[in-house]
């Protein structure tokens, strides 16, 4: 009887925890509230990423403008926002968010709050400057 506890409880604890935030997800304009774009989070080589995949209030022929570097004028549609997340405990962090509207990099981290909503948060210095999104996971 207690074996079996004790597995179940395991298999709580690993399906809480073992959930991914690879997919995609929706995210929300933080004063309208409408639907902005899908974004894809992906892995590889232990980082995960995200790309823009849709836009859905914006020109999807759109370039970023006011990026720099290799980012300058290339495709929104396309564009890679965030780079180099690494996964600690159950939080995602040490890598950078990039917002193709004003070409600004932000430190980033990211925590799955639930199967369906993911915390995103990028900030200057120790996150006490910052912002924070809560983006909803495509269905």
């Known amino acids: 009887m207690n074996y079996l506890r004790i597995f179940l409880m395991l298999l709580v604890s690993i399906t809480v925890n073992g959930q991914s935030i690879i997919g995609q997800w929706e995210t929300y304009d933080d004063s309208t509230k409408e639907?902005?774009?899908?974004?894809e989070i992906y892995q590889k080589d232990n980082l995960y990423f995200a790309k823009i995949v849709k836009r859905f209030?914006?020109?999807?022929?759109?370039?970023?403008?006011?990026?720099?570097?290799?980012?300058?004028?290339?495709?929104?549609?396309?564009?890679?926002?965030?780079?180099?997340?690494?996964?600690?405990?159950?939080?995602?962090?040490?890598?950078?968010?990039?917002?193709?509207e004003n070409g600004e990099t932000?430190?980033?981290?990211?925590?799955?709050?639930?199967?369906?909503?993911?915390?995103?948060?990028?900030?200057?210095?120790?996150?006490?400057?910052g912002r924070?999104?809560?983006?909803?996971?495509?269905?």
């Open 35 to 39: 639907k902005k774009a899908l974004i």
């Open 57 to 100: 209030n914006g020109d999807n022929n759109a370039v970023c403008k006011a990026c720099t570097g290799t980012k300058k004028n290339k495709p929104i549609v396309g564009l890679v926002i965030i780079e180099n997340i690494k996964k600690v405990g159950n939080e995602f962090k040490g890598g950078t968010i990039m917002d193709p």
């Open 106 to 129: 932000y430190s980033c981290y990211l925590k799955l709050i639930n199967a369906n909503k993911l915390k995103v948060r990028g900030f200057l210095g120790f996150s006490v400057f």
């Open 132 to 139: 924070t999104q809560y983006w909803i996971r495509k269905e």
